[in-house]
């Protein structure tokens, strides 16, 4: 499932204006910008999983017994709380929204293939695109953050629906989106090269 998910990806077609410089033809080609499934990778994990180790740190160094102490104490220190997995859920949700927006720019990406005479089939160029982009990520952002949730809870589920401990178990969610990640880019990696000895070896 991770590997599935990790792969996918929706493909937007961009046609490109042919011009004419002379007597030669430019542009005419038709590619297509992949927007991931999972466009954020592992990091709303990380982030959220930082975030509520924040609280537990307040009382450990404050040291106090007051209400709010006790309360962070029993329901924000334990991975197997329904409180606790409640809001590491909707911290990873909100931060792979949050990762989706600072790093990829609709507007950006809309006015840049309008400099060079890119256009979607059926979409006019410009602002239209830049919301159609926008419209298009927000679409398959949802099911990659759902994703990134359920994969980084299971274990804490399983644990405690098996009444295990933490300590004992040896995969986390997280451990897996790094392993699934870095297997797949070495893969990646090892295909440009083949790649690039055969084209070498072809032109010679």
Same mark, same amino acid.
């Not at 490109?16 to 994990?45: C, E, F, W």
């Not at 929204?97 to 507007?107: D, K, L, M, R, T």
């Not at 300590?167 to 990640?181: A, E, H």
């Given at each position: ?37 999972? /466009? ?19 009382? /450990? ?144």
């Amino acid at each position: 499932l991770v590997v599935f998910v990790e792969q996918a990806q929706r493909r937007i077609p961009v046609q490109y204006a042919k011009r004419m410089i002379g007597r030669r033809s430019y542009g005419g080609t038709s590619t297509y910008i992949p927007l991931k499934v999972n /466009q954020a990778g592992v990091i709303p994990v990380i982030f959220a999983s930082s975030l509520l180790y924040i609280p537990a740190l307040i009382v /450990q160094f404050s040291g106090s017994t007051a209400g709010w102490a006790q309360w962070i104490s029993r329901n924000m220190t334990k991975g197997d709380h329904p409180i606790y997995m409640a809001a590491y859920f909707l911290l990873i949700v909100f931060f792979a929204f949050f990762y989706v927006a600072i790093s990829f720019n609709p507007e950006e990406v809309s006015d840049n293939m309008k400099k060079y005479g890119g256009f979607i089939p059926g979409i006019r160029a410009g602002r239209p695109t830049a919301e159609y982009l926008s419209y298009v990520l927000n679409r398959i952002t949802w099911p990659g953050a759902l994703y990134l949730g359920l994969i980084a809870l299971v274990p804490t589920v399983a644990i405690a629906i098996f009444n295990g401990s933490n300590g004992n178990f040896p995969l986390g969610g997280t451990s897996i989106l790094i392993i699934v990640g870095v297997g797949l880019e070495t893969v990646k990696q090892i295909e440009s090269q083949l790649q690039q000895r055969n084209y070498e070896g072809f032109l010679r």
